[in-house]
C-alpha cells in the first residue's frame, strides 16, 4: 500500500482569534491550517526554541476552502468557507439582542469540512468582545507603540521578531498602567474596548496575544494582517479600512488613536480626524524616528486647527499627563495611586 503523503496525514486545526461586535451582531474570526507542531511560548525557551517556533508559525499550511460553522449562546448560526489563506470571517446577526452582561461573549466555532482526526469534531472558542456602555474606544498601533519592536530597522526587528518570545518581548515603560486607566475611562469606573490595529501577519497571532496577557495590557481584539505578495501593495490601506470598520461598528462612539511615528500612523490617524469630525479625542504618537519630526509636527499643527490634540513624545509620560488633563482618565486608576 502506497503511504499517504506527509501534507495527507497532517490533522487540520482550527484557530480562533478575538472578536468584536455588538449586542446584536457578533463578528468571529479565525483560520484553518494543518498542523505544525507550533507551542505556545514557555518562560525558559532558548534562543533555538523560539527560532523553531517562529519558523513554524511561517511555515503555516493553509487549508483554502475549509467549512466553518459559528454558533452564538441564543442559537443561531453563520457559515464561512476559508479564503486561499486559510482565512475565514463570519458574522452573526443575532433574533434578539444579548441578555447577558458579560464583556467577553463566547462564539463557538466548528470545522463542518474537511473531517477531523478519525472524523471527530474540530472546534474552537472565539472571544467578541462587546463593549458595554463604553466612554470611549481605544485604537492602538502594536510594533513600537506598544511592543519594542525596533520597526525602522530590519535587522534589529527580525532578531527581535525570530530570537525572543512573548516572555522576553518587552514593552514600552508604563504602557500596561496608561492603558488599564484608558480602559477605566473618566470616572474609574468604565471597561472602555481597546482595539489593536498593526501591520503585524497574523501568524504573530499568539505570540501577540500571550504578550499582552502576560504583561498585563488590556485583552482587545487584534487585528492584523496577511502578508502577500497581494496584500503588501496595499500599504496603509488596512490600518485605515480596519479603523472605519471599528468606526462603522460602533457609530457615535468617540475614540482615543495612538500609534507612533517609525510608520505611518501619524498620517493615518489625520484621516481618520478629517473623514469623522468630532469622532477623535486626542491622538498619541510615540517618537521613534527622528526623521520624521517634521512631518509629524506639521500633522499635529493641521489637526489642533480642527481641535484634536496630537501628543508627540517618546514617552508614554507625556500622553499620561495630556489624558489626566483632559479628564479621559483619572489617577485613581493609575498604578500606585490604587
Known amino acids: 500500500m502506497t503511504a499517504l503523503p506527509r501534507r495527507a496525514r497532517r490533522h487540520v486545526e482550527l484557530h480562533a482569534f478575538r472578536g468584536y461586535g455588538t449586542p446584536v451582531r457578533l463578528l468571529a474570526r479565525g483560520r484553518v491550517l494543518r498542523?505544525?507542531?507550533?507551542?505556545?511560548?514557555?518562560?525558559?525557551?532558548?534562543?533555538?526554541?523560539?527560532?523553531?517556533?517562529?519558523?513554524?508559525?511561517?511555515?503555516?499550511?493553509?487549508?483554502?476552502?475549509?467549512?466553518?460553522?459559528?454558533?452564538?449562546?441564543?442559537?443561531?448560526?453563520?457559515?464561512?468557507?476559508?479564503?486561499?489563506?486559510?482565512?475565514?470571517?463570519?458574522?452573526?446577526?443575532?433574533?434578539?439582542?444579548?441578555?447577558?452582561?458579560?464583556?467577553?461573549e463566547p462564539v463557538e466555532l466548528e470545522l463542518l469540512e474537511p473531517a477531523g482526526p478519525d472524523d471527530g469534531p474540530v472546534r474552537a472558542t472565539s472571544q467578541v468582545l462587546v463593549p458595554r456602555d463604553p466612554q470611549y474606544a481605544v485604537i492602538s498601533d502594536l510594533d513600537d507603540t506598544v511592543l519594542r519592536s525596533n520597526a525602522t530597522s530590519l535587522w534589529q526587528m527580525a532578531r527581535l521578531t525570530l530570537l525572543h518570545n512573548a516572555h522576553t518581548r518587552l514593552p514600552f515603560e508604563g504602557v500596561a498602567g496608561f492603558y488599564q486607566a484608558l480602559q477605566k475611562g473618566r470616572d474609574g469606573e468604565a471597561y472602555n474596548p481597546v482595539f489593536y490595529v498593526s501591520n503585524s501577519p497574523w501568524n504573530l497571532y499568539d505570540l501577540l496575544e500571550d504578550f499582552l496577557d502576560l504583561q498585563g495590557i488590556p485583552r482587545g481584539p487584534l487585528l492584523l494582517r496577511d502578508w502577500s505578495l497581494r496584500t503588501l501593495k496595499a500599504g496603509e490601506g488596512h490600518k485605515l479600512a480596519a479603523i472605519q470598520a471599528l468606526l462603522e461598528a460602533y457609530p457615535g462612539l468617540p475614540v482615543v488613536l495612538v500609534g507612533d511615528s517609525g510608520e505611518r500612523d501619524p498620517e493615518i490617524y489625520r484621516q481618520v480626524v478629517l473623514r469623522h469630525p468630532?469622532?477623535?479625542?486626542a491622538v498619541y504618537v510615540r517618537d521613534v524616528a527622528p526623521a520624521r519630526h517634521g512631518a509629524v509636527r506639521a500633522i499635529a499643527a493641521e489637526l489642533a486647527g480642527h481641535g484634536v490634540d496630537l501628543v508627540f513624545s517618546p514617552d508614554t509620560e507625556a500622553a499620561r499627563r495630556h489624558a489626566l488633563d483632559h479628564g479621559l482618565i483619572v489617577p485613581a486608576a493609575l498604578p500606585g495611586n490604587r
Open 35 to 104: 498542523s505544525t507542531g507550533l507551542t505556545r511560548s514557555r518562560l525558559g525557551d532558548s534562543v533555538l526554541d523560539n527560532l523553531r517556533n517562529m519558523i513554524r508559525r511561517f511555515e503555516s499550511d493553509e487549508v483554502q476552502g475549509a467549512l466553518v460553522a459559528a454558533r452564538a449562546a441564543i442559537g443561531n448560526e453563520a457559515r464561512a468557507t476559508t479564503d486561499d489563506e486559510g482565512y475565514f470571517e463570519l458574522t452573526l446577526d443575532l433574533p434578539r439582542p444579548l441578555d447577558d452582561a458579560r464583556v467577553w
Open 278 to 281: 468630532g469622532r477623535v479625542l
